[in-house]
């Protein structure tokens, strides 16, 4: 018997545990760590309008694209393409899936094993009697090394792969369920303690005060990307993780649970930081450097800021390691159902072989910073490649898979699980994915490669 018999396919068993995974999967760096500082670089309050827009004319409707094409073909993000359609072009969606997932996770392992290091630091209470440039100092120091960054990053992508072996009930359902609930429980205390800063009203002002005048044609670009990346569409993420789903979940409340969870996340996250950062006089558009840089500055200087340091890195540890389990669980399913290998086997290979282009990744900061292509080293290339082309371009596929490709009976059997459910919102859905979605994806897919090619 083949090792990986369909009707003895692992699965979700309730329905919170489909929503941990799935906001496990959206809520991560992408919240805490890239979009306070991508709202900051862009101006506050009028990119999160244009960004919300995005949410939910774009986000939505392709991650209900994804929940259809996974509950329906119940495979990986490969085996759903080739059993949807006989036609091997579509193929390419699972193929450029599995890459992203390798470049995705191999960038996300060098910032979560930044983090893993400030959560030490933050135990040790380091951050204390040091100044602005000094904390600066030690983050680069930190970063560019060879030997710790890469260890932590080992640690890391150890744990991701401890959790992903488990499968899906005993593994990702199981620890999802504990660790959600937590991280809700940390963001929240970081909040009541953030907006009781005196000072820290500028910080609301800079993010819900719309100030249009700031926006850019890059802004409007970067927010279609960063709705992408935080919602972890276009690379099969959460058609790997439909095809668990259950018989009767329902896919729309689901979409619209898990982006609204996610944007809320995001939202609280800025809450945490802006009023900090307005409080103790700190620059909003301090890049990627933000959070490990600007806040542990402002840690010091505030009441309980001890405390506050160390949830923070915790929370961002958190929200890194349920993301990353969604995405080694791509690429694991792929290699396990396609090779027809055991799980076990096939998350050891798939974790040893993502730390190897991880460490590229990690390195590329220090002692491999001399390799670039462009003005870009091994993480920003790994960055934009995903980030830029491979997520807009699969999320346009599947978006015109769904909207011109699949018959519109699975399409409406899967969203009314066999008419179990009333329909809501069916003619705008086929709306979206069918107009709406591929244009407005294929102007970020355009600049994207525009911003490559002239640099
Ligand atoms: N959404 C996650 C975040 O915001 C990152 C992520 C997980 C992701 N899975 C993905 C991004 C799939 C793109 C594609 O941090």
């Given at each position: 018997?083949a090792?990986?018999?369909?009707?003895?396919?692992?699965?979700?068993?309730?329905?919170?545990?489909i929503?941990?995974?799935?906001?496990?999967?959206a809520?991560?760096?992408?919240?805490?760590?890239?979009?306070?500082y991508?709202?900051?670089?862009?101006?506050?309050?009028?990119?999160?309008?244009?960004?919300?827009v995005?949410?939910?004319?774009?986000?939505?409707?392709?991650?209900?694209?994804?929940?259809?094409?996974?509950?329906?073909?119940?495979?990986?993000?490969?085996?759903?393409?080739?059993?949807?359609?006989?036609?091997?072009?579509?193929?390419?969606?699972g193929?450029?899936?599995?890459?992203?997932?390798?470049?995705?996770?191999?960038?996300?392992?060098?910032?979560?094993?930044?983090?893993?290091?400030?959560?030490?630091?933050?135990?040790?209470?380091s951050?204390?009697?040091?100044?602005?440039?000094?904390?600066?100092?030690?983050?680069?120091?930190?970063?560019?090394?060879?030997?710790?960054?890469?260890?932590?990053?080992?640690?890391?992508?150890?744990?991701?792969?401890?959790?992903?072996?488990?499968?899906?009930?005993?593994?990702?359902e199981?620890y999802?369920?504990?660790?959600?609930?937590?991280?809700?429980?940390?963001?929240?205390?970081?909040?009541?303690?953030?907006?009781?800063?005196?000072?820290?009203?500028?910080?609301?002002?800079?993010?819900?005060y719309?100030?249009?005048?700031?926006?850019?044609?890059?802004?409007?670009?970067?927010?279609?990307?960063?709705?992408?990346?935080?919602?972890?569409?276009?690379?099969?993420?959460?058609?790997?993780?439909?095809?668990?789903?259950?018989?009767?979940?329902?896919?729309?409340?689901?979409?619209?649970?898990?982006?609204?969870?996610?944007?809320?996340?995001?939202?609280l996250?800025?809450?945490?930081?802006?009023?900090?950062?307005?409080?103790?006089?700190?620059?909003p558009?301090?890049?990627?450097?933000?959070?490990?840089?600007?806040?542990?500055?402002?840690?010091?200087?505030?009441p309980?800021?001890?405390?506050?340091?160390?949830?923070?890195?915790?929370?961002?540890?958190?929200?890194?390691?349920?993301?990353?389990?969604?995405?080694?669980?791509?690429?694991?399913?792929?290699?396990?159902?396609?090779?027809?290998i055991?799980?076990k086997?096939?998350?050891?290979?798939?974790?040893?072989?993502?730390?190897?282009?991880?460490?590229?990744?990690?390195?590329?900061?220090?002692?491999?910073?001399?390799?670039?292509?462009?003005?870009?080293?091994?993480?920003?290339?790994?960055?934009?490649?995903?980030?830029?082309?491979?997520l807009?371009?699969?999320?346009?596929?599947?978006?015109?898979?769904?909207?011109?490709?699949?018959?519109?009976?699975?399409?409406?059997?899967?969203?009314?699980?066999?008419?179990?459910?009333?329909?809501?919102?069916?003619?705008?859905?086929?709306?979206?994915?069918?107009?709406?979605?591929?244009?407005?994806?294929?102007?970020?897919?355009?600049?994207g490669?525009?911003?490559i090619?002239?640099?």
């Open positions: 018997m090792k990986n018999d369909l009707s003895k396919r692992d699965g979700f068993t309730s329905k919170f545990g929503i941990a995974a799935a906001t496990g999967s809520i991560g760096l992408g919240n805490i760590w890239k979009f306070p991508i709202a900051g670089e862009n101006g506050g309050g009028a990119f999160i309008i244009i960004y919300l995005f949410i939910i004319l774009i986000g939505v409707p392709v991650m209900m694209s994804e929940f259809i094409i996974g509950r329906k073909a119940k495979q990986n993000v490969f085996g759903a393409f080739k059993q949807l359609t006989s036609h091997g072009f579509w193929k390419i969606i193929i450029m899936g599995v890459l992203a997932a390798f470049l995705i996770l191999s960038f996300y392992g060098t910032v979560a094993s930044w983090t893993i290091e400030y959560l030490i630091l933050a135990f040790k209470n951050f204390s009697g040091k100044s602005a440039d000094e904390l600066a100092t030690m983050f680069d120091t930190f970063s560019q090394g060879a030997i710790k960054p890469v260890i932590w990053q080992i640690l890391f992508m150890a744990l991701t792969a401890y959790i992903v072996i488990g499968g899906i009930k005993k593994g990702i199981k999802t369920k504990i660790l959600m609930p937590m991280l809700l429980v940390i963001i929240i205390y970081l909040d009541i303690t953030a907006i009781t800063l005196k000072g820290g009203v500028e910080g609301f002002r800079f993010l819900f719309p100030n249009f005048s700031l926006i850019t044609s890059e802004s409007i670009i970067d927010a279609l990307g960063h709705a992408f990346f935080t919602l972890s569409l276009g690379m099969g993420v959460l058609i790997t993780y439909a095809s668990y789903f259950q018989k009767d979940t329902n896919i729309t409340n689901t979409s619209i649970s898990v982006a609204g969870a996610d944007t809320i996340i995001a939202l996250a800025g809450l945490a930081i802006f009023p900090a950062v307005f409080a103790f006089n700190a620059e558009a301090a890049g990627p450097g933000l959070v490990f840089m600007t806040l542990p500055n402002i840690f010091e200087l505030m309980g800021g001890y405390i506050f340091s160390i949830l923070f890195f915790l929370l961002l540890a958190v929200a890194a390691l349920t993301s990353s389990i969604s995405i080694m669980e791509v690429v694991v399913a792929f290699v396990s159902e396609e090779k027809n055991s799980r086997k096939a998350t050891i290979f798939t974790a040893i072989a993502i730390t190897i282009t991880g460490i590229l990744c990690t390195l590329s900061i220090g002692p491999l910073s001399h390799i670039k292509i462009a003005e870009y080293n091994i993480f920003d290339i790994f960055d934009i490649l995903a980030s830029n082309i491979l807009p371009l699969g999320g346009m596929l599947i978006s015109i898979f769904i909207g011109w490709k699949m018959k519109k009976h699975i399409i409406t059997d899967e969203l009314s699980n066999y008419g179990t459910i009333q329909l809501k919102f069916v003619k705008l859905f086929i709306f979206l994915v069918r107009y709406l979605a591929p244009i407005a994806i294929s102007f970020v897919f355009v600049h490669l525009w911003d090619l002239i640099n």
